[in-house]
């Protein structure tokens, strides 16, 4: 009977390891089935976002070219035939007795 409980307590240490050991693995298997899905949607949302933020910096590009003043004057002088003047005429009178009629 005393082998016994030699063998007993010197097995407890290798069936509390061998149980560690089974718990961790078995732990470890429920942690990556839960974050492999959410690894795979960070994923998919981390290649949606670049996907945006290409599209907004074009849109960006896009808003700068049209509000541009040379795009605008161009469209002005092709479509409506308008065209500003590049000589302009300054006039400056030094005459206070001079007022300007209001029309």
């Known amino acids: 009977m005393t082998t016994r409980r030699q063998t007993e307590s010197q097995n407890l240490p290798a069936t509390?390891?061998?149980?560690?050991?089974?718990?961790?693995?078995?732990s470890q298997l429920v942690i990556n089935s839960i974050l492999t899905p959410l690894g795979v949607e960070l994923q998919n949302l981390n290649s949606e976002k670049n996907y945006l933020v290409e599209e907004n910096r074009s849109m960006e590009e896009q808003?700068?070219?049209?509000?541009?003043?040379?795009v605008i004057q161009k469209l002005a002088n092709k479509s409506l035939k308008i065209s500003s003047s590049n000589k302009r005429t300054v006039i400056y009178i030094e005459n206070p007795t001079i007022i300007a009629d209001k029309q």
């Open 16 to 26: 509390i390891f061998l149980f560690t050991v089974l718990v961790f693995i078995l």
């Open 63 to 70: 808003i700068a070219k049209t509000n541009s003043i040379t």
